[in-house]
Nanobody
């Protein structure tokens, strides 16, 4: 079974930066669409950034120009570099590996794998 383990969350002040990592327990193989989502209590999980094998990359409008997603195939690790963080970026961040497309619900098909999440807190 594929397992995803996120790390890199923490607390920063507005304007600061963080790098999230998501290491995948085995080679992606036939599917390769990975994405980062975030969720705050009481709200639905929302897509932040997605990347596929081309690589084609797609970002949510709220993070364009501030966040960068990348994938290191040798390390089976997907990263999310977050710069100029804002208090509204505060959320639990999850990575997913799925069979979809970055531009269609950020890879999500309902049959992919998810990590356990890592908390990001941005103070003003």
């Amino acid at each position: 079974e594929v397992q995803l383990v996120e790390s890199g969350g923490g607390s920063v002040q507005a304007g600061g930066s963080l790098r999230l990592s998501c290491t995948i327990s085995e080679a992606i193989g036939g599917y390769y669409c990975m994405a980062w989502f975030r969720q705050v209590p009481g709200k639905e999980r929302e897509g932040v950034a997605g990347i596929d094998r081309d690589p084609y990359i797609h970002y949510a409008d709220s993070v364009k120009g501030r966040f960068t997603i990348s994938y290191d195939r040798a390390k089976n690790t997907v990263y999310l570099d977050m710069n100029n963080l804002k208090p509204e970026d505060t959320a639990m961040y999850y990575c997913t590996a799925d069979w979809g497309s970055p531009t269609v619900d950020f890879c999500r098909t309902g049959t992919g794998y998810w990590g356990q999440g890592t908390q990001v807190t941005v103070s003003s």
